[in-house]
Every structure is written in structure tokens, then in C-alpha cells.
T-cell receptor, first 116, second 114 residues
């Protein structure tokens, strides 16, 4: 069965600190996709990144970076120099390798609070 | 372009009643997925529709049902409501071409069952 675990329920940091959100997944598929979504207080989830199982290259987008390690089944997300606007709930998610599907398995989410 | 629109945004029902929630996807998107979000269970997949056909289904009882219309708009229905059905119900749409896995979510319909 597929499963996503985000062990950190809540994280609180002070603005400009770096913060890493952990994500560990389980799947028996050899092809799969991993995602990160952000949920601000308004409620709608916003897509941040997708990574497929064959691409272990780390990715950086501005202050955001992602570290994918198949050996440890982890897909961690780092925010550098955090800002108050980064405060939100962050979800890691997994889908099977069939692609073109709206079915995602989400982790429980990590609530990030960035204090000024 | 307009985002995913869900109606109603808030509603209160009593146990035993039924409820219908509506979702209008982004124009041109033919896949619509529904999720239930609760503090205890988190985000759980309900079902997905594509071209008026259910393509995937989560592990929810038969009281939860859905459908999709020819214009891609979707509705979900919950019959015989239980207290545990209180949740934020999120709808998401995606483009059929050049799949990236990006789902576009609406702001949700918050259901309270009393």
C-alpha cells in the first residue's frame, strides 16, 4: 500500500531562518510521482513541485529547494530565509506511476508558522 | 482564467440529511477529483471523474457518490449524513494534455453536520 508520512506536525521559526520539512513515503511501484502542495489559510491547495521516481536530481526554485533520495524514500523540502508569507500547511503527496491521475495520497501535513 | 469554483462554501446540515456539493473546473479541464479533509484523517481521496466517467475511487462508503456532466462540472452527494462527515470537501481539476500532476484546487465546501 502507498503511504506518506510527515512526522513534523507543527514547526515554528523566526523570519529569515531556514526550515526543512520532512517527507517519507512507501510504495511498491517502481514508477511513481511525488509532490509538494501548500495550503494557505484560504483553503485551496497550491501545487509547488512534482518529481518522478527516475529523477533524483535536487531542485531549487528561488528560496525553495527539494531533496529526493530514493535510498531513504524521502522527499524533503527546504525553505531558505523563511518569510511570514510562507506560513501555511504543507503537504507531501504520492501518486502511482500510471500518470494522468487526480488520485494522490497525501501526508498529514506540516503546519509552518513563520514569526516576524 | 477563472479558477476552480466550489459551491456552496459553507453549509450546515443535521444527521440523516443529504447534501450535494458542486464543482466547476477550470475551463478546458476534463478531470475532476474530490477530496475530504478532516483534522483527524487529513486529506483523503474520494473519487475522480474524467469525461463523465468515474476513473478512480477511494475507500469511502456508498453514501458518498458523485457524477460529472458533459460540461465537466461535477457534483458530489452524501446521503444519510453522519457527524463524522463534517469536513472540508475539496475539488480539484487538471488538464488532460501534457500531464504534470498539478491539480488545481478550489477553496472547498465546508460542511458541518449537527
Amino acid at each position: 500500500a502507498q503511504k506518506v508520512t510527515q512526522a513534523q506536525t507543527e514547526i515554528s521559526v523566526v523570519e529569515k531562518e531556514d526550515v526543512t520539512l520532512d517527507c517519507v513515503y512507501e510504495t511498491r511501484d517502481t514508477t511513481y510521482y511525488l509532490f509538494w502542495y501548500k495550503q494557505p489559510p484560504s483553503g485551496e491547495l497550491v501545487f509547488l513541485i512534482r518529481r518522478n521516481s527516475f529523477d533524483e536530481q535536487n531542485e531549487i526554485s528561488g528560496r525553495y529547494s527539494w531533496n529526493f533520495q530514493k535510498s531513504t524514500s524521502s522527499f524533503n523540502f527546504t525553505i531558505t530565509a523563511s518569510q511570514v508569507v510562507d506560513s501555511a500547511v504543507y503537504f507531501c503527496a504520492l501518486s502511482d506511476g500510471s500518470g494522468n491521475t487526480g488520485k494522490l495520497i497525501f501526508g498529514q501535513g506540516t503546519t509552518l508558522q513563520v514569526k516576524p | 482564467k477563472a479558477g476552480v469554483t466550489q459551491t456552496p462554501r459553507y453549509l450546515i446540515k443535521t444527521r440523516g440529511q443529504q447534501v450535494t456539493l458542486s464543482c466547476s473546473p477550470i475551463s478546458g479541464h476534463r478531470s475532476v477529483s474530490w477530496y475530504q479533509q478532516t483534522p483527524g484523517q487529513g486529506l483523503q481521496f474520494l473519487f475522480e471523474y474524467f469525461s463523465e466517467t468515474q476513473r478512480n475511487k477511494g475507500n469511502f462508503p456508498g453514501r458518498f457518490s458523485g457524477r460529472q456532466f458533459s460540461n465537466s462540472r461535477s457534483e458530489m452527494n452524501v446521503s444519510t449524513l453522519e457527524l463524522g462527515d463534517s469536513a472540508l470537501y475539496l475539488c480539484a481539476s487538471s488538464s488532460p494534455t501534457g500531464w504534470t500532476g498539478e491539480l488545481f484546487f478550489g477553496e472547498g465546501s465546508r460542511l458541518t453536520v449537527l
